[in-house]
T-cell receptor, first 110, second 114 residues
Framework: SQQGEEDPQALSIQEGENATMNCSYK?????LQWYRQNSGRGLVHLIL?????REKHSGRLRVTLDTSKKSSSLLITASRAADTASYFC??????????FGKGTMLLVSP | DVKVTQSSRYLVKRTGEKVFLECVQD?????MFWYRQDPGLGLRLIYF???????EKGDIPEGYSVSREKKERFSLILESASTNQTSMYLC?????????????FGPGTRLTVL
């Protein structure tokens, strides 16, 4: 069953701008993860945030988690053309299999 | 670095054929997963395995079976391929089913069933 839902479905920005993607989910979670997928390739893990954390940083990535609203956001600062990809959130609850959202397609133009 | 490989990047099969998709990981991970990815539907879990010869159904197991005879290898089997199984298939592995573990994905196999 689908758990995370990303918003927007597609995002187009210029290099140097910030990109924000949101994820909402329905049930309580153990952790939430963000993955990136370049066109036609496998997924690459970006960052994991636990349910007792509110914010996490990794390089140009910043993830927030609001468990009261059952939502998370991924911010990519100073975007580059190489950031063009699809981004997925995935939630972990119960026995720890991942449940993925449908993804946000990000296009960063030079 | 963890490496997850899949036997084919692209595969074309005919309706009714038996299809094997192979996945191999080289990091001694306990758990392996098969997903399919379709436009507008995201990734959906087909089957996973938490040990050799052990398997669990995911969200959409119908029409599929799996085999895990060795720890490093997890096979997805389409007993009689149908056109609605045309999709991108992704394999993943994780060391253990824990709260902080992330999944490592293979490059994917794009299967077309004619």
């Amino acid at each position: 069953s689908q758990q995370g839902e990303e918003d927007p479905q597609a995002l187009s920005i210029q290099e140097g701008e910030n990109a924000t993607m949101n994820c909402s989910y329905k049930t309580s979670i153990n952790n939430l993860q963000w993955y990136r997928q370049n066109s036609g390739r496998g997924l690459v893990h970006l960052i994991l945030i636990r349910s007792n954390e509110r914010e996490k940083h990794s390089g140009r990535l910043r993830v927030t988690l609001d468990t009261s609203k059952k939502s998370s956001s991924l911010l990519i600062t100073a975007s580059r053309a190489a950031d063009t990809a699809s981004y997925f959130c995935a939630t972990v609850s119960g026995y720890s299999t991942l449940t993925f959202g449908k993804g946000t397609m990000l296009l960063v133009s030079p | 670095d963890v490496k997850v490989t899949q036997s084919s990047r692209y595969l074309v099969k005919r309706t009714g054929e038996k299809v094997f998709l192979e996945c191999v990981q080289d990091m001694d991970h306990e758990n392996m997963f098969w997903y399919r990815q379709d436009p507008g539907l995201g990734l959906r879990l087909i089957y996973f395995s938490y040990d050799v010869k052990m398997k669990e159904k995911g969200d959409i197991p119908e029409g599929y079976s799996v085999s895990r005879e060795k720890k490093e290898r997890f096979s997805l089997i389409l007993e009689s391929a149908s056109t609605n199984q045309t999709s991108m298939y992704l394999c993943a592995s994780v060391p253990s089913l824990g709260y902080t573990d992330t999944q490592y994905f293979g490059p994917g196999t794009r299967l077309t069933v004619l």
